[in-house]
Structures are given as structure tokens and as C-alpha cells.
């Protein structure tokens, strides 16, 4: 794709230093953005793994530990990276956790954890970041759901809540920035070859690979791109759109 | 990026087509434009894009019969080889309320917009399979998702091409062949500048961003589709329309 340059843009990405959010950390920073990884602790070794795969775009990439589902972290992460960077152009929320269990075993510490993290983590950072863009009139904001939001998912009444609650959120706030010069939109992915996928019982691996149509894993760099895509400049008129990447597994 | 590729893009001279047109042969393929009317505007507007240096045919057909569908897909195979890339982007608006408007009027939007897709992708499907590869999109409207007054028989048939498509994506999943949707908002072509001022001026306040896309905003998401990295990326819906449908 001809896509503009990111170069003198800051990104933040929560959750950037591995799986779907590490191939959008690289990809940004390959096309010249700095790009602020945002994680909790263990995220810092995993960036420092990130940052030594990558070769000239290394230096671009940096860590702010947050954990997103804090409010005054998100806040806190966001002033560091406008401190140290000048501004925030791109915003992706990428991070997420999950803790399955069927309904009947589901504890509320568990509903509340991936909830907290996966859908008020999102409305966090955008809060924290929104006044800037809207101040600089330019923003995107690309949040990342996922095809369970669309169809549920057995053991995931949690996570299918945060990732469909995340596409209400990017709507209703894209209507609210629509006249901001910011952009908000949905990245739905579908199983994709990542660790989190790969902590599934194989046998659930199995039937997810059953029920998409490909009858294969996405990886990480096809929804990287499409990312990548949507925080072009040129994607201005995209906005509180969900765009699917998932091998036909809903359609 | 796309040097050897061969695309047909239908109603591919005009709007948002000419705009799809143009992006892929300057991304490198060869572009088979589709057009049913106006002989010369489509031979002016390859004229054009063959003195930038692009590579650029145009085929005089008509979508809502099958066997000029298959005459022109037979023709540009036998002219250049292959067919990569189809994109469905023919399509005509006869406005009228329901109360007033005639089965004709019906039947023509239909046999343009929903059955053109489907005689397109019938004519060069095999082809694609032989092949193993291929990639089609089709574009539908924000208007087959919240309809509009006067458009029954348009946004039927823009409708219809959403189910058209996913079912095409599931048919051929394991086939190396995709089947996306683009559906644009109101985009300033001829189409949307033919509406009375006071009309469009009506449109765009509904619009959150108070603005008509622009028709290079639209192909961009089309050539995205068409990449080869966008392989995974099968029976979805992309719109592009400012805001409107949410």
C-alpha cells in the first residue's frame, strides 16, 4: 500500500510489545512513528525484546509501564509520552486479557478483571489522550476488538462482553470527535497465531480453526496492516467503523 | 505493486470506478474499465491515464446481461492473459417512492447493481479457481445499510450485495479467492452531484463529519482489499462514509 509516511507522528499502543500489539509496534515504527508501548511490568522485558528484533526502527520504540485498567496510570502514562514526545497523533488499544470459564464457574473477580482491562482500559486512554488530539484537531484511534464481540463464545462471556462493549465505544465516541480531524474505528480480528490463542486447549484451537471458513490462524502482520491502514492519513473519512479480519469466521 | 496483475473494474470510467481505475493501473496493473454508455468520456478518461503512463483498456459491455459479462471477460482474458482482480462497481440509480415507482424501475437498478455482481463474478469465476488466486470486491452503499427514501430499488440491490458477497467468500474460501464489500458513504461523484443542492445540503448535515468523501478515498480501501497481504480478510463489509451509519 502507498501509505503516507508516520514519520514526526507518536503512537501510543497499549499492550505493544508482543503478540497482535507487537506487529502494530512494528509496523508503525518501521514506517518512521516513535511508538510508546504501554504495559504492566512484565511488558518492559518484552519490549526490550521487541526493540532488539527490530534493526533501524529500534530506537523508536519506547516503554511506559501502566496498567490500563487504572485511570490515573492511563493519565499518567499519556502526559509522560506528550512530556518526552511533544504529542500524541495515534492511540491503538490493543491490550487485552483473558480469563475463561463458563458462566457457572465465571467468578465476578474474573468477569470484572477482563472487563476492567479490555473495555475500561480503552475508555481510559481515549479519555486521557482525547483533549490533546481534539486540541491539535487530529487523532486516530484505531481499538482493537475481536470476532468473539460478534459471535460470543463458549467460556468467554467476559471477554465477548469487553470486545462487543468496545464496539459501541468506538462508535459513540467517533460520532463524538466525527468533527475533530479524529478518527475512530474497530479492528476485529479473528483467531489469530498469537500466545493468548496459543494458551487454548488445542482442542479449542481445533474447533476455532473448524468454524473459520480459510480453515486456518490469521497472523499477526494481517491485522497489523490493517491497522496500519486505518491510521493512515489518508483513512480520514473511515470513521466508527469495524473493519473485519477473521478468514470468513463471521460475516 | 501490482506490475502483471490484470483487473476489470466495471463502470470503471466514471466516479468512484474511474477513481479504482486509476489507483490500480498506477499501482502497476493492467485495468480492464467496464462501461455500458458514453463511449466517449470511457475513451477519454483511458486516453487520460495511458498519457500518465498507465496501462489502461476499456470494454463496452452491459452488466445486466450474462453473455456480454462473458464475452468481455472472455475478451480481456484473450488480451491479457489473466484476470487477478474483479471489481463490481457498475451500478445505476432510478429514484422514485415506492408509491410511484414503476416494476421497471425495479427491475433495471436490479439487473445493474445486484445481478451485474453476480453474471461478473459467474463470468470469470472459473478462471479463478483454475488459477487458485483472485480477489473480488464489491461495492455496495451505506445506503443497503440504512436504506433511504426514494431508493427502494437501490438500496435493495446494495443490500443484496451483502449477502451476495459472503456467500460468494464462503463458496470459495478454501480456493485462494476473497470476497469483500466496500460500502462508501455519499462520495462526490456525478451520482450524488446530480441531487438537488438543497437535497445534498440535507445529506451532509446527517453526515458527522459534514463533509462527501472524495472517490480516491474509496478506491484506496479497494486496493488495500486487493493486496496480497490482505489474504485473510474475507467476507467483510469496509465502509468508508464519514460517520453515517452508526
Same mark, same amino acid.
Given at each position: 500500500m502507498t501509505l503516507r509516511s508516520l514519520a514526526g507522528r507518536v503512537a501510543i499502543v497499549t499492550g505493544g510489545s508482543r503478540g497482535i500489539g507487537g506487529a502494530i509496534s512494528r509496523s508503525l515504527a518501521a514506517d518512521g512513528a516513535i511508538v510508546a508501548v504501554v504495559g504492566v511490568a512484565p511488558d518492559r522485558e518484552r519490549t526490550a525484546e521487541l526493540r532488539a528484533s527490530l534493526n533501524g526502527s529500534a530506537k523508536l520504540v519506547h516503554f511506559y509501564e501502566a496498567d490500563v485498567a487504572d485511570y490515573p496510570q492511563c493519565e499518567a502514562a499519556v502526559r509522560n509520552v506528550i512530556d518526552d514526545h511533544g504529542r500524541v497523533d495515534i492511540l491503538v488499544n490493543n491490550a487485552g486479557i483473558t480469563k475463561d470459564h463458563t458462566i457457572r464457574k465465571m467468578t465476578v473477580e474474573e468477569w470484572k478483571a477482563v472487563l476492567d482491562v479490555n473495555l475500561s482500559g480503552p475508555f481510559f486512554m481515549m479519555k486521557a489522550v482525547l483533549e490533546h488530539m481534539i486540541e491539535r484537531k487530529y487523532g486516530r484511534i484505531v481499538n482493537i476488538s475481536s470476532v468473539v464481540g460478534h459471535t460470543g463464545n463458549f467460556g468467554q462471556s467476559n471477554y465477548a462482553a469487553a470486545k462487543a462493549g468496545l464496539l459501541g465505544l468506538t462508535k459513540t465516541v467517533a460520532l463524538e470527535t466525527a468533527r475533530a480531524g479524529i478518527t475512530v474505528n474497530a479492528v476485529a480480528p479473528g483467531f489469530t497465531a498469537t500466545e493468548m490463542v496459543k494458551l487454548m486447549p488445542q482442542a479449542a484451537i481445533d474447533v476455532a480453526k473448524s468454524r473459520t471458513p480459510q480453515d486456518r490462524l490469521g497472523e499477526p502482520d494481517e491485522i497489523g496492516r490493517v491497522v496500519r491502514f486505518l491510521i493512515d492519513e489518508g483513512s480520514s473519512f473511515i470513521t466508527g467503523a469495524t473493519y473485519d479480519v477473521n478468514g470468513g469466521m463471521f460475516m | 505493486?501490482?506490475?502483471?496483475?490484470?483487473?476489470? =473494474?466495471?463502470?470503471?470510467?466514471?466516479?468512484?470506478?474511474?477513481?479504482?481505475? *486509476?489507483?490500480?493501473? /498506477?499501482?502497476?496493473?493492467?485495468?480492464?474499465?467496464?462501461?455500458?454508455?458514453?463511449?466517449?468520456? #470511457?475513451? #477519454?478518461? =483511458?486516453?487520460? $491515464? /495511458?498519457?500518465?503512463?498507465?496501462?489502461?483498456?476499456? +470494454?463496452?459491455?452491459?452488466?445486466? &446481461?450474462?453473455?456480454?459479462?462473458?464475452?468481455? =471477460?472472455?475478451?480481456?482474458?484473450?488480451?491479457?492473459?489473466?484476470?487477478?482482480?474483479?471489481?463490481?462497481?457498475?451500478?445505476?440509480?432510478? &429514484? /422514485?417512492?415506492?408509491r410511484k415507482m414503476s416494476n &421497471? &424501475?425495479?427491475?433495471?437498478? $436490479?439487473?445493474?447493481?445486484?445481478?451485474?455482481?453476480? +453474471?461478473?463474478?459467474?463470468?470469470? $469465476? *472459473?478462471h479463478m479457481i483454475e488459477r487458485g488466486s483472485g480477489r473480488i470486491v464489491n461495492i455496495s452503499s451505506v445506503i443497503g445499510e440504512t436504506g433511504n427514501i426514494g431508493q427502494a430499488n437501490y438500496s435493495a440491490s446494495k443490500a443484496g450485495l451483502f449477502g451476495f458477497t459472503k456467500s460468494t467468500a464462503l463458496e470459495l474460501a478454501n480456493k485462494g479467492i476473497t470476497a469483500n464489500v466496500v460500502a462508501p458513504g455519499f462520495i462526490a461523484t456525478e451520482m450524488v452531484k446530480a441531487v438537488p443542492e438543497a437535497a445534498l445540503a440535507k445529506v451532509i448535515e446527517k453526515i458527522p463529519q459534514r463533509r462527501l468523501g472524495e472517490p480516491s478515498e474509496v478506491a484506496r480501501v479497494v486496493k488495500f482489499l486487493l493486496e496480497d497481504g490482505s489474504s485473510y480478510i474475507t467476507g467483510a463489509v469496509y465502509t468508508v462514509n464519514g460517520g453515517l451509519d452508526m
Open positions: - | 505493486m501490482f506490475e502483471g496483475r490484470v483487473a476489470i =473494474v466495471t463502470g470503471g470510467t466514471r466516479g468512484i470506478g474511474a477513481a479504482i481505475t *486509476e489507483m490500480l493501473a /498506477k499501482s502497476g496493473a493492467h485495468v480492464a474499465a467496464g462501461y455500458s454508455k458514453g463511449k466517449e468520456p #470511457a475513451e #477519454a478518461c =483511458v486516453a487520460r $491515464l /495511458k498519457a500518465e503512463g498507465a496501462s489502461v483498456s476499456c +470494454h463496452q459491455g452491459r452488466v445486466d &446481461d450474462f453473455n456480454d459479462c462473458q464475452r468481455v =471477460v472472455d475478451e480481456v482474458l484473450e488480451r491479457f492473459g489473466r484476470v487477478d482482480y474483479l471489481v463490481n462497481n457498475a451500478g445505476i440509480t432510478v &429514484d /422514485k417512492t415506492l &421497471d &424501475d425495479w427491475h433495471n437498478v $436490479l439487473n445493474v447493481n445486484l445481478s451485474g455482481a453476480f +453474471h461478473m463474478t459467474k463470468a470469470v $469465476l *472459473e
